[in-house]
């Protein structure tokens, strides 16, 4: 083999290894809070009032919930919100909860969001962007991101999406 080879093999190994994104450092404890079947600690965090809200409050509520991460500056969370109001209007009757969690930074952007995609479901954010104490605990690096819990916490399945995550559902509240 001669350099030049040598040279394309180690770019591409270089570029392959770069597009993986790599563990978050809280990743491996990020889910485990609540997943303890003793409860663990739980997120307060604030809703579109400003009150704060348990998260494991509004998980327990429902037979399985799906915790949306999303912002209203992020386009691919846009594109999929049309997918997520038709997952609420089909399952929310049948013990679907879904709560909204957003990495946005400015309050009125938040708020018209929610508004203007007809979210109807419980919204919370600290507004801090991705210094989220919930986006830091799940280990979420990209949006739009979705964990799916069942009534005690566990978690069901991570990042899915559109017809994936409605075929998911629909099977979960057989």
Known sequence: M????????????????????KP???????????????????LLIPDTDRNKVSLRGEISKHKITVVDFWASWCGPCRQEMPNMVKLNEEFADKGLG????????????????????NMNWTQLSELRGWDDDAAKMFGVRAI?????????????ARDLRGNE??????????
């Open 144 to 156: 739009p991101h979705t964990i799916v819990f069942n009534q005690e916490g566990k978690i069901l």
């Open 2 to 21: 001669n350099i030049k080879n040598i040279t394309i093999l180690c770019g591409v190994a270089l570029c392959l290894s770069a597009c993986h994104p």
């Open 98 to 117: 879904i709560v909204g969690i957003s990495l946005d930074n400015e309050n009125s952007a938040w708020q018209q969001a929610i508004k203007e995609m």
């Open 165 to 174: 995550l409605h075929e998911f559902v629909k099977e979960q509240l057989k």
């Open 24 to 42: 978050h450092p809280d990743a491996a404890s990020a889910a485990t809070p609540m997943e303890q079947k003793d409860g663990g600690p739980d």
